[in-house]
């Protein structure tokens, strides 16, 4: 089943403990991406990959970082939460950027800085 | 940065009762794509549009790209209850790979 995964679903931290939201994608798709959900404000994008080693910031990547070894795998690093950092996170992926293809994206990780 | 404003942010409406929700930027998009999304989960797109003028369908679903590249509506004819949700629009640009979403639509449907 062609599937978008992320882990962990729910995260509850503390302000300037490292963490790693991990995304993986079963379609050999080429470009993944980041989004955070805020209420009243949609989803903003952090940051995008367009093919192993090629990333690129989206509106709102500070504090974020992201890495693409592998061109299943798209994990949004933090190195030091803030509370303004709260929220629910999700990956996407499709097979180019172009968006000619569906976008699917994961059931979502919802984070909560203490 | 690009925005989009979305409107209504909410709408209730009765079973049955046809739906118009749009989409309006102060940028030109390349690609207005509308998504769907219940609660719990992540968007699921329901119409890409990729021309401007062009009028597309999905079932009830029916999308218009604007002529202008700045604007976008959909409309949903004889709600049913299952089209409860949030609905988002948004905006790809030219290089397809920044894509800036609307606030949301969220749609109550009365049985």
């Known amino acids: 089943e062609a599937q978008v995964t992320q882990n962990p679903r729910y995260l509850i931290t503390v302000t300037g403990k490292k963490l790693t939201v991990t995304c993986s994608q079963n379609m050999n798709h080429e470009y993944m991406s980041w989004y955070r959900q805020d209420p009243g404000l949609g989803l903003r994008q952090i940051y995008y990959?367009?093919?192993?080693?090629?990333?690129d910031k989206g509106d709102v990547p500070e504090g974020y970082k992201v890495s693409r070894k592998e061109k299943r795998n798209f994990p949004l690093i933090l190195e030091s939460p803030s509370p303004n950092q709260t929220s629910l996170y999700f990956c996407?992926?499709?097979?180019?950027?172009?968006?000619?293809?569906?976008?699917?994206f994961g059931p979502g990780t919802r984070l909560l800085v203490l | 940065g690009q925005q989009l404003n979305q409107s209504p942010q909410s709408m209730f409406i009765q079973e049955g009762e046809d739906v118009s929700m749009n989409c309006t930027s102060s940028?030109?998009?390349?690609?207005w794509l509308w998504y769907k999304q219940d609660p719990g989960e992540g968007p699921v797109l329901l119409i890409a549009?990729?021309?401007?003028?062009e009028l597309t369908s999905n079932g009830r679903l029916t999308a218009q790209f604007g002529i202008t590249r700045k604007d976008s509506f959909l409309n949903i004819s004889a709600s049913i209850p299952s089209d409860v949700g949030i609905y988002f629009c948004?905006?790809?640009?030219?290089?397809?790979?920044?894509?800036?979403f609307g606030a949301g639509t969220r749609l109550f449907v009365k049985a």
């Open positions: 996407a992926s499709n097979l180019r950027g172009s968006l000619q293809e569906t976008q699917y």
């Open positions: 549009l990729y021309k401007a003028g």
């Open positions: 990959s367009m093919n192993v080693e090629v990333t």
């Open positions: 940028s030109i998009f390349n690609t």
């Open positions: 948004a905006g790809q640009d030219t290089g397809g790979f920044k894509t800036i």
